[in-house]
């Protein structure tokens, strides 16, 4: 995770010199607000990167000889269906329309937001999928 911690850090490094040069270019606040955000988020990318990496270890991938069967086994579990995903996009949906149309739509999107992150996150601990 070395290699893709510095990289994310180098993100940060270059967009922080180039919010510099922009702000001085051109003195859009704008910009140069969405650039300072980019940096953040490259830079927080790349810190967790590098803090995971040291914490867990060489993986199979950062071996300069390593063999492809070295990554080989589980992974973890995936879930083969679900209709959750589908439940939480539509109540964003509703959420964001709500903020367009009014408050009492985003009170009812953020409530379905909430069922339906209940729903998602509990779905395998009841029912016929529970372990």
Do not use: N, Q
């Amino acid at each position: 995770m070395k290699v893709e911690g510095y990289l994310f850090v180098g993100c940060a490094l270059f967009f922080a010199v180039m919010d510099v040069i922009y702000w001085l270019w051109s003195h859009d606040p704008t910009g140069t607000t969405a650039l300072a955000l980019t940096v953040g988020l490259a830079g927080l990318v790349g810190f967790y990167l590098l803090f995971t990496g040291r914490r867990v270890g060489p993986r199979p991938e950062d071996d300069k000889e390593g063999e492809i069967a070295d990554g080989a086994g589980e992974l973890g579990f995936f879930s083969p269906h679900s209709w959750w995903p589908l439940f939480a996009a539509l109540a964003a949906g509703t959420a964001s329309l709500g903020v367009v149309i009014g408050w009492w739509m985003l009170m009812i999107g953020m409530l379905a937001v909430v069922l339906a992150a209940i729903g998602f996150v509990f779905e395998y601990y009841r029912g016929h999928f529970s372990h």
